[in-house]
């Protein structure tokens, strides 16, 4: 956090609903945040986040990468 103004996206490989303040801080700084996740390890936190947050299962990912 000591570094947010030098990063413009983060990408957080964990689902974990812990990292949601971290979320909701890049958001309110207007930087790009994305959560990648497994499928049924998506924190509640995450739900209710309407605008800045991009949610990505790790599935999808695979298949894009494919």
Not at 11 to 32: M, N, P, R, T, W
Request: hydrophobic share 40%; net charge positive; proline share 0%.
């Amino acid at each position: 956090m000591k570094n947010i103004d030098k990063i413009d996206s983060l990408i957080l490989f964990s689902g974990d609903g812990d990292y949601a303040v971290v979320i909701d801080e890049l958001i309110k700084l207007k930087k790009q945040a994305i959560v990648v996740f497994a499928k049924g390890h998506k924190g509640k936190e995450y739900q209710d986040r309407k605008k800045g947050l991009y949610l990505c299962s790790v599935d999808l990912l695979k298949s894009a990468l494919k």
